[in-house]
DNA sequence: GTTTCTGCAAAGGTTTTGCAACAAA
DNA sequence: TTTGTTGCAAAACCTTTGCAGAAAC
């Protein structure tokens, strides 16, 4: 994902309803799409002091508001205990989420049967789909055969897709 | 579900772990199971007090975590702020939610094809599933064609299985 | 010049915890 | 009698909000 594109879309939402462009919000928004890792609102909160050491929690959590209505960024749930919020929606709009009870990482995937299958079902069930939404929770085969799991030795973001 | 079967469960539950059978407990469960209706943990308080008013709010939450951890109850979340707890999984293990954005009602779905498809992306990603959750936020069609939604008139709790 | 935005601190809401009295086994 | 449990109140935690000053347009 382009960060630039990000920012102009941004801007054009922002525009549109009315808001203004402000430092604080362009410096969250560049923390928040810096990389493809999920982060929590007090994540995103150390990310952004790091480049304006005054913004604030308040401003963090406003903005975060923005830009899940925008639809940038989107709410996930991790089975964690707070929300967790996820900036690769706009490369892969219908993936979802796998996450390793070994590892503790997170894998996403995208699958076109999966898709189609959520929409016969809603659709059988009357309804129109709008948002959908998979959590797996698994354990790693790997560690379970040879005692080590190859992810926990890994450096990369833990959220890259796999199909 | 049989409520005694549920009370046998958790008094197995308690005997295995050393801990102890109370009445709070006890009236905390049956809470829980008296109908198949989602409810959040201040939601069980209400009904529990029903029976004995004394019923602190702690312990709610101290059994809730208990029901949790024996598998006899679930933990689900609705897109809602907090924590809802789903008593249906003993009768329909492998069921999912379907939220409807109009109704605000929860029809739980179950379906063999997407388990087994569940299944199958969990291995071909190198995993063993432990867990799977599917939620589907979706407009009902009815009210969209008609003006108006069956569901809203209905009575009955939100939650029956279809399939 | 308006109107919105910010940071701060306080408040809100949910969940957890320390503790002394109490109750199960 | 021992050990776990309860209710209470306080604490912890995350998130929202009221407000006065600052900044965008």
Redesign the pocket.
């Known amino acids: 994902m382009q960060l630039a594109h990000v920012q102009d879309r941004f801007e054009a939402f922002?525009k549109e309803k009315?808001?203004?462009?402000?430092?604080?919000?362009e410096g969250?928004v560049n923390s928040a799409f810096a990389t493809t890792e999920h982060f929590?609102?007090?994540e995103l909160w150390d990310r952004a002091r790091r480049h304006?050491a005054?913004?604030?929690?308040?401003?963090?959590?406003?903005?975060?508001?923005l830009l899940v209505e925008s639809g940038l960024l989107h709410e996930i749930d991790l089975g964690k205990?707070?929300?967790h919020y996820d900036p690769n929606f706009l490369d892969h709009p219908d993936h979802n989420h796998l996450i390793c009870t070994d590892c503790d990482k997170v894998v996403e995937f995208e699958d076109d049967h999966i898709n189609l299958l959520e929409d016969c079902i809603t659709r059988r069930l009357g309804f129109k789909p709008t948002r959908k939404m998979i959590r797996i929770e698994a354990s790693c085969d790997e560690l379970k055969r040879f005692g080590a799991c190859s992810r926990n030795r890994e450096k990369e973001p833990s959220c890259e897709i796999e199909e």
Chains 1, 2 share one sequence.
């Open positions: 922002l009315g808001l203004r462009h402000t430092p604080q919000r969250i929590t609102a007090d304006d005054s913004t604030s929690r308040a401003t963090v959590y406003r903005t975060l508001s205990e707070n929300k």
